[in-house]
């Protein structure tokens, strides 16, 4: 790949990145970060959660994970309690407000998906899915490589 191609590519992801951020502050004003996200997404996945197991299955420090609920639970996003099996720890679940903010998600990903489409023909909207779970595999390659 030249330099000039990289640079396209790097300047079109760039712009598609930006692009996805703002649509994301747009519709979620609680404005929470990447890291807060993927600790949203994960509980409405999984339910209730020790943070134990939070921490490990994002891949994340427990203090990174500890800073993260703190702020989720202050835009009372998360509810904490005693966990059933354990009164010692605390098991993390969504509370009413995290379920309507992953909603209000879900909503605008599946309302830019639309407009996206809207652009494209069914072909184009085929290889395009195909390229960008080609580029997440060779992004998540990386971290591998790395470790």
Not at 22 to 33: G, S, V
Request: a positive charge; glycine letters at 4%; hydrophobic letters at 40%.
């Amino acid at each position: 790949m030249t330099t000039q191609e990289t640079s396209e590519l790097e300047a079109a992801l760039s712009l598609l990145q930006c692009e996805l951020v703002a649509r994301r502050n747009r519709f979620t004003p609680e404005a929470i970060t990447w890291a807060q996200y993927d600790v949203l997404e994960i509980l409405r996945i999984n339910g209730a959660l020790r943070p134990s197991i939070i921490s490990q299955r994002l891949g994340i420090s427990r203090t990174q994970l500890s800073k993260a609920l703190r702020v989720l639970k202050d835009l009372q996003l998360i509810e904490q309690k005693s966990d059933a099996s354990d009164r010692r720890a605390q098991a993390t679940q969504l509370s009413n407000q995290g379920n309507a903010f992953l909603e209000r998600a879900t909503r605008q990903r599946h309302g830019a998906a639309q407009r996206v489409a809207s652009v494209m023909t069914a072909g184009e909207q085929a290889i395009f899915a195909e390229l960008c779970h080609k580029a997440v595999r060779g992004l998540q390659r990386e971290g591998i490589d790395h470790d």
